[in-house]
T-cell receptor
């Protein structure tokens, strides 16, 4: 049973436009969420996080929104740049110190 | 700080052989995690250490897998009697363990191919 879902395997967006990557989860105990970016042949790179006490967190071009009632979060990248082309993973944990459960990833292609 | 490092980056082995991977976490990070990633999937948790203590193991970690972190610094992951199904990317991550610091920082991974 997949507890963290990223239902779009891939997404294409024009440079300069907004990229929206979605993530859904099923475990209501999840209370901390991370987004990672992964280039080929590299390990995942941490992007941004959000805890369940917030509904929004911003860091530069990246904003994460959390809708706890819908068990849904999204990552917005504005404006998108060609260097953003990578696989993006959503991850969730149920409490401090607990391991993270990762989604299957969404491949973003930001076209020039 | 050079980040999390893993060695080797690639390993090709024949079925039935034993392999060992090494992970060096970010210095002063007391938590260290091992994950496995196969094509088209996200990383799957295998095990984690707080200092030298192994605190949790996934059911994915069969008896052929063993991990150690003897002095609370680097860690090794050994796979005995490798099988073709063990072919995957093995990722190591570390975190500071400070209250509220959930973020895990990943190394580049070791890609294992079992022939």
């Amino acid at each position: 049973d997949q507890q963290v879902k990223q239902n779009s395997p891939s997404l294409s967006v024009q440079e300069g436009r907004i990229s929206i990557l979605n993530c859904d989860y099923t475990n209501s105990m999840f209370d901390y969420f991370l987004w990672y970016k992964k280039y080929p042949a590299e390990g995942p790179t941490f992007l941004i996080s959000i805890s369940s006490i917030k509904d929004k967190n911003e860091d530069g071009r990246f904003t994460v929104f959390l809708n706890k009632s819908a068990k849904h979060l999204s990552l917005h990248i504005v404006p998108s740049q060609p260097g953003d082309s990578a696989v993006y993973f959503c991850a969730a944990s149920a409490g401090y110190g607990q391991n993270f459960v990762f989604g299957p990833g969404t491949r973003l292609s930001a076209l020039p | 700080d050079t980040g999390v490092s893993q060695d080797p980056r690639h390993k090709i082995t024949k079925r039935g052989q034993n392999v060992t991977f090494r992970c060096d976490p970010i210095s002063e990070h007391n938590r260290l995690y091992w994950y496995r990633q196969t094509l088209g999937q996200g990383p799957e948790f295998l095990t984690y250490f707080q200092n030298e203590a192994q605190l949790e193991k996934s059911r994915l970690l069969s008896d052929r897998f063993s991990a150690e972190r003897p002095k609370g610094s680097f860690s090794t992951l050994e796979i005995q009697r490798t099988e073709q199904g063990d072919s995957a990317m093995y990722l190591c991550a570390s975190s500071s363990g400070r209250q509220g610091a959930h973020e895990q920082y990943f190394g580049p991974g070791t890609r294992l191919t079992v022939t």
